[in-house]
C-alpha cells in the first residue's frame, strides 16, 4: 500500500474564503508531506511541507495539518485570492527508499 | 542557477517514431525522476535515479520506455515506437539528497506530441 488518495479533484470557492484539500496515504512510514502548486503552464513548486514529528505547519496563509493516526493530512488556504487558482498536488515518502507518491491533485478556481 | 532544464519543450512525433527527452537537474543534486502527466492520469512517477544509479523504474512502460543517466549532468527518457497515447507533459525533477524526504525541483516539462 503505498497509494496516496486526494480530494477534491476540483474545489471552486469565493475570493476571501478558505480552501481545504484533503489527503490520505497507506504507508505507515511515511513522514515527510509536502505540498506542490502547479500553475497553468508551469511546473509544480513546493509551497508548503510537513514532516512527521509536527502536526502542523503555518506559512503565509497556508496551513497543513498530519494525523498520523489517521494517516491523513491536508492543506487549508485561508483567504484565498485569484493568484491562488492553480493545480495543488500532495505527496509523501519515507526514508525506507520508496520515491515520493504523489495524489492525483485538485484543481482549485477562485472566483471573484 | 538555471534550475531543471528539459530540452526540447514540445515534440512533435509520427505513430511509430522515436522520442528522446533530455533532462539537466539542477547541479549537485543527486536524485533526478521522471513523471508524466495528463489531464486523465495526473502526474504518474515513470522512474527514479539516485547518483546516476537506477533506484525504482516501477511506473515505466516496459516495452517501449528507457531512461538512462550517463553521467551527473544529464539524463535522458527514451520511447520508441510511439503511439497517440504516449502523448503527454514529460516533466524531470531534481532532489539535493537521496531523493525521498526533500523538496523536488521540476522543470518545465517537454510536451509530447504523437500523431
Known amino acids: 500500500g503505498e497509494q496516496v488518495e486526494q480530494l477534491p479533484s476540483i474545489l471552486r470557492v469565493q475570493e476571501g474564503s478558505s480552501a481545504s484539500i484533503n489527503c490520505t496515504y497507506e504507508n505507515s512510514a511515511s513522514n515527510y508531506f509536502p505540498w506542490y502548486k502547479q500553475e497553468p503552464g508551469e511546473n509544480p513548486k513546493l509551497i508548503i511541507d510537513?514532516?512527521?514529528?509536527?502536526e502542523r505547519k503555518q506559512t503565509q496563509g497556508l496551513i497543513v495539518l498530519l494525523d498520523k493516526k489517521a494517516k491523513r493530512f491536508s492543506l487549508h488556504i485561508t483567504d484565498t485570492q485569484p493568484g491562488d487558482s492553480a493545480m495543488y498536488f500532495c505527496a509523501a515518502s519515507a526514508n525506507s527508499g520508496t520515491y515520493q507518491r504523489f495524489g492525483t491533485g485538485t484543481k482549485l478556481q477562485v472566483v471573484p | 542557477n538555471a534550475g531543471v532544464i528539459q530540452t526540447p519543450r514540445h515534440k512533435v512525433t509520427g505513430k511509430g517514431q522515436e522520442a528522446t527527452l533530455w533532462c539537466e537537474p539542477i547541479?549537485?543534486?543527486?536524485?533526478v525522476f521522471w513523471y508524466r502527466q495528463t489531464i486523465v492520469q495526473g502526474l504518474e512517477f515513470l522512474t527514479y535515479?539516485?547518483?546516476?544509479?537506477?533506484?525504482?523504474d516501477s511506473g515505466m512502460p516496459k516495452e517501449r520506455f528507457s531512461a538512462q543517466m550517463p553521467n551527473q549532468s544529464h539524463s535522458t527518457l527514451k520511447i520508441q515506437s510511439t503511439q497517440p497515447q504516449d502523448s503527454a507533459v514529460y516533466l524531470c525533477a531534481s532532489s539535493t539528497t537521496g531523493g525521498m524526504n526533500a523538496e523536488q525541483f521540476f522543470g518545465p516539462g517537454t510536451r509530447l506530441t504523437v500523431l
Open positions: 510537513i514532516r512527521s514529528n509536527m
Open positions: 547541479s549537485g543534486h543527486s536524485a
Open positions: 535515479f539516485r547518483n546516476q544509479a537506477p533506484i525504482d
